[in-house]
């Protein structure tokens, strides 16, 4: 990312496939949760004094989500995408001055509680063939996929239900995660990650602290930065740690006014 002053985040709220509306002038916060497998991304996006008319217009719109983009000055990269939830979805309250809306998300949230397949595969049907079949049944929008299956259904295969249980049952036998992230689908080797361009922390380019070495790897603290994200390698150089490794896990929280603007990963060496 740029250099790494200025904070500055905005949010896109509106009906999927619509036109969105664009919210960048006003205090947002947002705690954001990502992780390596198929449980969905949860992000809280609060934004102070939205106006009543954005308000209705959100809470009246059809299949919502939200885009948010985070970053520094005027260079801002996407973070988070996700379906905006039911219950309670956007919620608004009073508090002293400030009129204070929150918005509760869960990325593919959607799709996984509600595509569905049903379909028989004869004898010999390669696994990979199934997988790929599962992969455009859960998402319009297909990301990297890496998934060597030489295995194949000697006796044939037969699915019916929801996509995402399909999608567990073989990558799980092929020892795969998939996850929906930014609206794509993405299977990966279990200890494998991302072919992405590899992220180098160093004090200087915003580590905070010390990492700290873990049973299962390390966890380390950074200035935010989307691409520091699950399933991707993060080369991590400190007095105490010099290792690259693949993050499992990330915490993203932010406040374009005061406090936090971080990235917390857990990850491990590889």
């Not at 809306?101 to 949230?109: M, P, Q, R, Y």
């Amino acid at each position: 990312m740029p250099d790494q002053f200025g904070r500055n985040a905005r949010v896109s709220i509106g009906p999927r496939g619509g036109d969105l509306t664009q919210i960048d002038k006003l205090r947002i916060t947002f705690d954001v949760t990502k992780e390596k497998g198929s449980t969905a991304n949860k992000a809280e996006v609060t934004i102070y004094n939205l106006s009543e008319a954005t308000i209705s217009r959100v809470a009246d719109a059809d299949d919502p989500i939200l885009l948010l983009e985070v970053g520094y000055g005027g260079e801002l990269e996407q973070l988070y995408i996700g379906d905006i939830g039911d219950d309670p979805g956007i919620s608004t309250t009073q508090e002293g001055a400030d009129r204070v809306t929150k918005i509760e998300c869960e990325s593919g949230a959607k799709d996984m509680q509600t595509r569905t397949i049903s379909r028989s595969y004869e004898l010999g049907t390669n696994q990979v063939d199934v997988l790929n079949d599962m992969i455009k049944g859960m998402s319009d929008t297909i990301g990297e996929i890496k998934a060597d299956i030489k295995s194949k259904f000697e006796n044939g295969f037969s699915f019916s239900g929801l996509v995402k249980d399909g999608l567990d049952v073989i990558t799980k036998d092929n020892d795969l995660d998939w996850s929906i992230d930014d609206d794509e689908i993405t299977v990966l080797p279990v200890d494998g990650g991302s072919d992405a361009d590899i992220v180098l922390l160093t004090p200087s380019t915003g580590l905070i602290g010390r990492p700290q070495k873990t049973k299962e790897g390390v966890n380390f603290v950074a200035l935010l930065n989307p691409r520091i994200k699950p399933g991707r390698f993060t080369d991590l150089r400190s007095k105490t740690v010099e290792s690259i490794v693949l993050v499992e896990k990330a915490f993203y929280r932010g406040d374009t006014h005061e406090g936090d603007f971080i990235v917390e990963a857990e990850s491990k060496e590889v």
